[in-house]
């Protein structure tokens, strides 16, 4: 059985920083490419990052680049997502999720298929 288990959200002024760790078990991580996706309310669930099973090969949303970076630990089975000069805009629900395929492609949504239960990021001016 598939779990990813996300924390790390939080409450932050703009500007601050937040780290969000992913934990996954039941599937083998280090096949596997992995992402972060957010959700606002309103809006519909947009990729923010995604991480190919060495590491080696990253995509970023353009809203994101150059303040967030996603990394991996495949001995931990874990996932990370450093933000940093977080906005306002940033604020939304994040999910972790992992792609049968171990092709990344982009940050696109419909090519992941386990969902974790997502943790909170709320940015305050």
């Known amino acids: 059985q598939v779990q990813l288990v996300e924390s790390g959200g939080g409450s932050v002024q703009a500007g601050g920083s937040l780290r969000l760790y992913c934990v996954a078990s039941?599937?083998?991580?280090?096949?596997?490419?992995m992402g972060w996706f957010r959700q606002a309310p309103g809006n519909e669930r947009e990729g923010v990052a995604t991480i190919s099973p060495s590491g080696l090969t990253t995509h970023y949303a353009d809203s994101v680049k150059g303040r967030f970076t996603i990394s991996r630990d495949n001995n931990k089975k874990t996932v990370y997502l450093q933000m940093n000069s977080l906005k306002p805009e940033d604020a939304a629900m994040y999910y972790c999720a992992a792609a049968r395929s171990s092709y990344c492609g982009g940050v696109d949504v419909s090519k992941f298929t386990y969902w974790g239960q997502g943790t909170q990021v709320t940015v305050s001016h």
């Open positions: 039941g599937y083998t991580f280090s096949s596997a490419c």
